[in-house]
């Protein structure tokens, strides 16, 4: 892997080449002070959003043709990092007072349930998977950015949509650990965008598939320059059981240390298949596959959205939320995205210190893309 470093010098002068490049016109709202973590489309060609509005976990649902639908805040402080819908009932994971919380609403935002758990460390962040059947499984972590000990880990809970809870399980390891996004197969075996840190080292992205029973299966390394630290952030599957995850690194510069946003792909069995850097002072943060098979990965500085090849990793569109924006110096940045009934995006984050939505049209593409 660090024979790949020469070249990530040539991405804080070189600028991507793209196919093409669009400023879509986009609808857009925001709906007070705070940050949209998540975004999903919903079967009723709605959608769901979470976060937290005035340092309470959020969650807001709109209709198809955007109109808000409900919402809902919970009581203590906190944030809702995921959720889950199946058009009737709505599942939010997150964290309160250093707990995991997950909350369970109908489809007007009443609560049929909620529940916090403890664990032996605080929890800063929690995200779910639908497993099938009825099943989910909530995965909460610390925060890397404020916790740098060894007595983390990771903390999850198997329950279903009525909030009756299978198991639990704490597990701990050697090194600091942070899950982020993770994704599921349809045999229920699990693959998580993984952060490490170990005493004395910086840290690292890797990606980790576990089986149904959380035995773990393989661990892949994404970056390993001992100099400098990374974080694998988003994680999605294609059909054929390829990962794409994409996060990012750091890099030197003149004043010091520069982020630099990559993707990767690997193979079912964990093998890297290729792997890019998009652009400097700034973090991969979701990821997606569109119906044509593209690969939509959205840079969290400015929501700026790449769309690859997923079988090369090349670039073949760029499309910016901002026809201005400066990933050295914004207020607006991204957190996760979507796609609509229609194919249109679905991009959330926080604008101007705001709870932020907004939609775009598709990207299009010139004949013979992929």
């Known amino acids: 892997m660090n024979r790949l470093f020469p070249a990530l010098i040539l991405v804080l002068i070189l600028s991507p080449a793209c196919k093409k490049t669009t400023n879509n016109p986009k609808w857009e709202r925001t709906y007070g002070?705070?940050?949209?973590?998540?975004?999903?489309?919903?079967?009723?060609?709605?959608?769901?959003s979470c976060?937290?509005?005035e340092n309470l976990p959020y969650l807001i649902k709109l209709d198809r043709k955007k109109n808000k639908v409900a919402d809902y805040k919970y009581v203590d402080p906190g944030v809702y990092n995921a959720a889950w819908s199946n058009g009737n009932i709505s599942i939010a994971t997150g964290s309160s007072k250093g707990k995991m919380l997950i909350s369970c609403l109908d489809d007007t935002c009443n609560v049929l349930w909620d529940t916090t758990f403890t664990a032996s460390f605080e929890i800063n962040y929690s995200t779910v998977s639908y497993l099938g059947n009825g099943n989910l499984l909530a995965i909460a972590s610390g925060k890397m950015d404020s916790v740098f000990t060894l007595i983390t880990g990771l903390y999850c809970v198997w329950f279903n949509t009525a909030g009756t809870i299978k198991a639990k399980t704490e597990i701990k390891e050697s090194s600091y650990m942070l899950a982020n996004q993770i994704a599921a197969d349809n045999s229920g075996n699990l693959f998580i965008a993984m952060t490490r840190k170990n005493a004395g080292s910086e840290s690292k992205a890797t990606v980790i598939k576990y089986d149904n029973l959380f035995r773990k299966i393989w661990e892949t390394e994404l970056y390993n320059n001992p100099n400098f630290g990374a974080s694998a952030l988003g994680i999605t599957l294609d059909n054929s059981g390829n990962i794409y995850v994409t996060g990012k690194t750091e890099l030197p510069s003149v004043s010091g240390q520069v982020d630099n946003s990559f993707v990767v792909s690997l193979s079912s069995a964990g093998s890297i298949r290729w792997k890019e850097y998009l652009e400097n002072t700034n973090s991969g943060i979701s990821v997606k596959i569109d119906t044509d098979g593209h690969l939509l990965n959205l840079n969290q500085n400015c929501m700026i959205l790449y769309s690859l090849n997923?079988?090369?990793?090349?670039?073949?569109?760029?499309s910016r939320t901002f026809d201005a924006c400066d990933s050295k110096n914004t207020t607006s940045y991204g957190w996760s995205l979507d796609l609509n009934y229609d194919r249109y995006l679905l991009i959330?984050?926080?604008?101007g210190g705001r709870f932020y939505i907004c939609q775009k049209p598709p990207l299009s593409y010139t004949q013979g893309n992929n």
């Open 33 to 48: 002070k705070g940050k949209a973590m998540f975004i999903d489309a919903t079967a009723d060609s709605g959608l769901i």
């Open 51 to 53: 976060g937290e509005i």
């Open 310 to 318: 997923s079988n090369t990793g090349s670039t073949d569109g760029l």
């Open 348 to 351: 959330v984050g926080s604008n």
